[in-house]
């Protein structure tokens, strides 16, 4: 049986577990696990190695691929493990909401593309999938806050997107 798991924060970053999520995330929302729902990371025993060494003792670290984690870990508002979910990308945070992981919001905290259609803030760069996905997450009514760690003011990322339109 997997353990029930208190969401405390949503965030898509492209670089999963790094620093800002060690030493700021986890202490301010007192975290003590960490989802990595990754399909790459999952089928890459380096990569899931190299993650869970970076992770300190005292945090749990749960490592599946995006389907799995919908399916697999039970979510509950208030009980469970205070639990961060990362997502490496805005199309597996659409997949895992369509699938039923209903989250209300999502955190961006980097996003580098290759293929750039919108320049946000240095460290988010759209391409017109992730713009596509992101419509549909705001559909489904989730907002969406650009914020490298928690002591930043949120950025509504539809002001942005409204702002560059007009």
């Not at 577990?17 to 929302?29: K, N």
């Not at 749960?62 to 805005?90: M, Q, W």
């Not at 992981?101 to 992730?130: M, Q």
Request: proline letters at 4%; charged letters at 25%; aromatic letters at 8%.
């Amino acid at each position: 049986m997997q353990p029930s798991l208190d969401i405390a924060l949503v965030r898509v970053d492209n670089r999963l577990v790094h620093g800002q999520i060690l030493e700021a995330w986890v202490p301010s929302l007192k975290a003590s696990c960490i989802v990595v729902a990754d399909d790459q990371v999952a089928s890459d025993f380096f990569h899931e190695t190299v993650i869970r060494m970076a992770v300190p003792s005292g945090v749990k670290v749960l490592i599946s691929n995006v389907s799995e984690f919908v399916e697999n870990y039970p979510f509950c508002r208030g009980s469970g493990l205070k639990t961060i979910v990362l997502f490496s990308k805005i199309s597996d945070a659409w997949t895992a909401h369509r699938l039923g992981f209903r989250f209300d919001l999502l955190n961006i905290g980097n996003i580098y593309n290759e293929e750039c259609k919108l320049c946000c803030t240095p460290a988010v760069l759209l391409s017109d999938h992730d713009i596509c996905d992101i419509n549909d997450l705001r559909d489904a009514g989730v907002k969406i806050e650009l914020r490298r760690v928690p002591r930043e003011k949120p950025i509504d990322l539809f002001e942005i997107v409204r702002k560059m339109q007009s």
